[in-house]
Nanobody
Framework: QVQLVESGGGLVQAGGSLRLSCAASGRTFSRCSAGWFRQPPGLEREFVAAITWSGGYTRYADSVKGRFTISRDNAKNTVSLQMTNLKPEDTAVYYC??????????????????WGQGTQVTVSS
């Protein structure tokens, strides 16, 4: 079993930066792939970024490529999302997720086994 807790959300002006962190508990997290998803108001949850268990492979949604960076520290059981050049359309609740498939970078929420409670990111224009 893996428990995930996100932090780092907040209000930022367009063009600004935020760093989201996801703290994981559970012995198996270091063997899980991890991902970040977001859910804008009134819309479905969408893929943002994913990383394999070792951090050796990452995948990004086209909308965030070049602006967001996903990383992980298995010694600390954390996954982070560095967000730069934020835009108003990045406004959403951001969720951390873990996939028991260690080598995958799935883009579908249904492929993930564990979820955090979410953290709000609001980008003002």
């Amino acid at each position: 079993q893996v428990q995930l807790v996100e932090s780092g959300g907040g209000l930022v002006q367009a063009g600004g930066s935020l760093r989201l962190s996801c703290a994981a508990s559970g012995r198996t997290f270091s063997r899980c792939s991890a991902g970040w998803f977001r859910q804008p108001p009134g819309l479905e949850r969408e893929f943002v970024a994913a990383i394999t268990w070792s951090g050796g492979y990452t995948r990004y949604a086209d909308s965030v490529k070049g602006r967001f960076t996903i990383s992980r520290d298995n010694a600390k059981n954390t996954v982070s999302l560095q967000m730069t050049n934020l835009k108003p359309e990045d406004t959403a609740v951001y969720y951390c997720a873990a996939d028991a498939s260690a080598y995958s970078t799935n883009t579908s929420p249904s492929q993930y086994d564990y979820w955090g409670q979410g953290t709000q990111v609001t980008v003002s224009s």
